[in-house]
């Protein structure tokens, strides 16, 4: 199974603040992967897909870049309702495996 | 607007079976995937599986193999996961997650409520 890593698992900002999130994959996995934010008690919610497009409806202070293995979610501008916690998974071959999370918590 | 509606909590007792429903509105049923996902309390997501609306393929991860069962009823528009011989460890929420393909790979783009399934004696 390909094994995906996250980092770093929490993270402390302030509002205004720009932060990134790093996903890197086992092995190569192109450019198939997603991003997702989860906030407590609610469904995951997708932000980016094929590592960098943003999904309709997401507003652009999210955005994603890597392809193979390494890959970044950049949230600028963090609002309160930023904070939450952050996925990544890849869909490029069966099983489809998620990062552990990242915890995005304010400062 | 895209709607997945997923059945209402259950609580069972180890050794059974639960089968949990999600019901798709707002778009052609047969033409996306559909993803199950779990995830235990407090803790990250896993991906259970992935069936085909068509023809009802299905696709487990390894560790529920045996266990589980997706089927869907394209008449109704409802997708099913059936877990059998629970135990205490499959406690968690269970989501559906429409799986569409882009450049030959599906993701899940619209996500339901969540199922908690507890498995306790």
């Known amino acids: 199974d390909i094994q995906m890593t996250q980092s770093p698992s929490s993270l402390s900002a302030s509002v205004g603040d720009l932060v990134t999130i790093t996903c890197r994959a086992s092995?190569?996995?192109?450019?198939?992967l997603v991003w997702f934010q989860q906030k407590p008690g609610k469904a995951p919610k997708s932000l980016i897909y094929a590592a960098s497009s943003l999904q309709s409806g997401v507003p652009s202070k999210f955005s994603g870049s890597g392809s193979g293995t390494d890959f970044t979610l950049t949230i600028s501008s963090l609002q309160p309702e930023d904070f939450a916690t952050y996925y990544c998974?890849?869909?490029?071959?069966?099983?489809?495996?998620f990062g552990q999370g990242t915890r995005l918590e304010i400062k | 607007q895209v709607q997945l509606v997923q059945s209402g909590a259950e609580v069972k007792k180890p050794g059974a079976s639960v089968k949990v429903s999600c019901k798709a509105s707002g778009y052609k049923f047969i033409s996306y995937y559909m993803y199950w996902v779990r995830q235990a309390p407090g803790q990250g997501l896993e991906w259970v599986g992935i069936?085909?609306?068509?023809?009802?393929?299905?696709s487990y991860a390894q560790k529920f193999q045996g266990r589980v069962t997706m089927t869907r009823d394209t008449s109704t528009s409802i997708m099913y996961m059936e877990v059998s011989s629970l135990r205490s460890e499959d406690t968690a929420v269970y989501y559906c997650a429409r799986g569409i393909v882009v450049a030959g790979r599906k993701y899940p783009d619209y996500w339901g409520q969540g199922t908690l399934v507890t498995v306790s004696s």
């Open positions: 998974q890849q869909y490029y071959i069966y099983p489809m495996t």
């Open positions: 092995q190569y996995i192109s450019n198939y």
């Open positions: 069936i085909n609306p068509i023809d009802g393929s299905t």
